[in-house]
């Protein structure tokens, strides 16, 4: 799905925490913790190749950072 303000602001909590990936924009996410806590996050590998290690650094949280 594509990732608007309106959208963020309706994701809502499960019984564990999950990620909400962007269409548009490759290894962009919103992860939702338990605590309804939403963050943005960046996913990209460091190395070469599918064994490299998968990083996913928080970039800000969602409501301050539009």
């Known amino acids: ?5 309106k959208k963020v602001e309706q994701l ?3 019984t564990k925490s999950y990620i909400v990936w962007d269409t548009d924009v ?3 996410g919103v992860r939702v913790n338990l605590n309804a806590k ?5 996913k990209y ?5 599918r064994s490299a ?6 970039i ?3 409501g301050i950072m539009k």
């Open 45 to 49: 590998r460091v190395g070469f190749g």
């Open 53 to 58: 290690k998968v990083r996913k650094p928080v």
């Open 38 to 42: 939403k963050t943005f996050i960046l």
């Open 26 to 28: 490759r290894g962009f």
């Open 12 to 14: 809502t909590t499960n």
């Open 1 to 5: 799905m594509k990732l608007t303000n």
């Open 60 to 62: 800000g949280t969602a």
